[in-house]
């Protein structure tokens, strides 16, 4: 089945540091990507998708380049703020039969002043 | 617009009670989906509907877990005999319709303590 690969955090950042999260992977066929943030206290949100390769999902500030050569998604932003503090989830679907999302196992950021 | 709804946002019970909650979809959103958040075991699927059937039920975990789609709308998940591992916070998504590629939107969740 599909299953999804994610830095383990957490990860601790000054403000305006370069973020990136890694995720990888495996998948029947082609899946569409995502990455979902949980602000504290919220329920998860889409941040941003990518469905084909080397499409590039951005929103925020943050970016995710979809690569089928090493089957990665990472999350990159170039200058965090104390407001992205949140937990970070990559997610596939690859469709084909399957209806769920399949989740890594989140990746907590904190961002302080 | 109005997002996806959830009730109660928190639920405390005792062992071996029944529960239930309910998830209340975008409207006009045909796809609906209940997952499970715990900390041991992150975000798993639960169930599928499209409209009032349910095409993929393979993540209920036992049989006390149903759940229920009427209307085409509003959904309810079923716990009967609560044990403490059911503990976990409760989420509903839902999507225009089923594809791959439509991102999936959810609810805040129903946070579910057994004691």
């Known amino acids: 089945g599909d299953s999804v690969t994610q830095m383990e955090g957490p990860v601790t950042l000054s403000e305006e540091a370069c973020l990136t999260i890694?995720?990888?992977?495996?998948?029947?066929?082609?899946?569409?990507l995502f990455w979902y943030v949980q602000y504290p206290g919220e329920g998860l949100q889409l941040l941003l998708k990518?469905?084909?390769?080397?499409d590039k999902g951005s929103n925020k500030g943050f970016e995710a380049t979809y690569r089928k050569e090493t089957t990665s998604f990472h999350l990159e932003k170039g200058s965090v703020q104390v407001s992205d503090s949140a937990v970070y989830f990559c997610?596939?679907?690859?469709?084909?039969?399957?209806?769920?999302?399949?989740f890594g196992k989140g990746t907590k950021l904190s961002v302080i002043p | 617009g109005a997002g996806v709804s959830q009730s109660p946002s928190n639920k405390v019970t005792e062992k071996g009670k029944d529960v239930e909650l309910r998830c209340d979809p975008i409207s006009g959103h045909t796809a609906l989906y209940w997952y499970r958040q715990s900390l041991g075991q992150g975000l798993e699927f639960l169930i599928y509907f499209q409209g009032n059937s349910a095409p993929d039920k393979s993540g209920l975990p036992s049989d006390r877990f149903s759940a229920e789609r009427t209307g085409g709308s509003v959904s309810t998940l079923t716990i009967q005999r609560t044990q403490q591992e059911d503990s976990a916070v409760y989420l509903c998504?839902?999507?225009?319709?089923?594809?791959?590629?439509?991102?999936?939107?959810f609810g805040d969740g129903t946070r579910l303590s057994i004691l």
């Open positions: 990518a469905t084909k390769a080397d």
């Open positions: 997610a596939s679907h690859s469709g084909a039969g399957s209806y769920q999302l399949t």
């Open positions: 998504a839902s999507s225009p319709l089923h594809s791959s590629n439509q991102p999936q939107h």
């Open positions: 890694n995720c990888t992977y495996t998948a029947t066929g082609y899946p569409s």
